[in-house]
C-alpha cells in the first residue's frame, strides 16, 4: 500500500492479557515511531527505530511494553498483562529519513486498545 | 522536562473567517515546528512546518509563525472553509532528539 498500514484497527482485552499491535510502514522508510494517544490528547511518544536498531525507548511506560523490528522494516509493539490505563490508540509513524527532525513523519490510521 | 501547551482546545469559526491556534514550548533548545491535522479515525497529518532560522512560513491558505524569544509558534488559516474541520495538534522537537511533543490539540469546527 502507499501509506502506514496498523493492525488490528480495533482490539478488545480484558485485563491481564497480552497484546501484539502491527505496523507497516512505508516501503524504504528507515524510521518508526510510536506514540501512544490518550482519549483528546496528543501523542506522546513511545519509542523510535532506525531501521532494525532501537535507538530510544525512553517513551515506553513500564517494563510491560516492548517494540520490536527485526528485520528493519514491519514493527510490532506488544504490551503484557494489559491494564486498563493502558486503553488508547496507538500511531506508528515511518519517515524517509535517518537523521533526526529533518523529515516529514508520516501516521497510520491507529490501533484503538480498549482494556476491560 | 520538556513541555508544549496549545490554545485554544476548541476554536468555532465561520465559514470564510480566520483561525489561529497558539503553541508555546518550554525546551529553549527546539528548533523544529511542525503542525499536524487530524481527521476523526485518521492519523495525523503534517499540514505545514517551520524550523527555528525562520520566523515565517506560509503556503497557501495556511501560514506559521515562530517567536524564539518568547518560545511560541501559531498557526494561522485564511479563508477557512467546513474541510478544514478537524483537530490540530502543534509539536516541537530539537536536534539529538528523535521525540516530537505534541500539544493537547485544537478542535476546529467551521461552521457554513
Known amino acids: 500500500g502507499a501509506g502506514v498500514s496498523q493492525s488490528p484497527r480495533y482490539k478488545v482485552a480484558k485485563r491481564g492479557q497480552d497484546v501484539a499491535l502491527r505496523c507497516d510502514p512505508i516501503?524504504?522508510?528507515?524510521?518508526l515511531f510510536w506514540y501512544q494517544q490518550a482519549l483528546g490528547q496528543g501523542p506522546e511518544f513511545l519509542t523510535y527505530f532506525q531501521n532494525e536498531a532501537q535507538l530510544d525507548k525512553s517513551g515506553l511506560p513500564s517494563d510491560r511494553f516492548f517494540a520490536e523490528r527485526p528485520e528493519g522494516s514491519v514493527s510490532t509493539l506488544k504490551i503484557q498483562r494489559t491494564q486498563q490505563e493502558d486503553s488508547a490508540v496507538y500511531l506508528c509513524?515511518?519517515?524517509?529519513?535517518?537523521?533526526?527532525?529533518?523529515?516529514?513523519?508520516?501516521f497510520g490510521e491507529g490501533s484503538r486498545l480498549t482494556v476491560l | 522536562g520538556e513541555n508544549v501547551e496549545q490554545h485554544p482546545s476548541t476554536l468555532s469559526v465561520q465559514e470564510g473567517d480566520s483561525a489561529v491556534i497558539k503553541c508555546t514550548y518550554s525546551?529553549?533548545?527546539?528548533?523544529?515546528f511542525p503542525w499536524y491535522k487530524q481527521e476523526l479515525g485518521k492519523g495525523p497529518q503534517l499540514i505545514i512546518d517551520i524550523r527555528s532560522n525562520v520566523g515565517e512560513k506560509k503556503d497557501q491558505r495556511i501560514a506559521v509563525t515562530l517567536n524564539k524569544t518568547a518560545k511560541h509558534f501559531s498557526l494561522h488559516i485564511t479563508e477557512t472553509q467546513p474541510e478544514d474541520s478537524a483537530v490540530y495538534f502543534c509539536a516541537a522537537s530539537r536536534t539529538g532528539t528523535y521525540k516530537y511533543i505534541f500539544g493537547t490539540g485544537t478542535r476546529l469546527k467551521v461552521l457554513a
Open positions: 509513524a515511518s519517515s524517509l529519513l535517518r537523521t533526526e527532525n529533518t523529515g516529514e513523519l508520516f
Open positions: 525546551d529553549s533548545a527546539s528548533n523544529y
Open positions: 516501503s524504504g522508510h528507515v524510521s
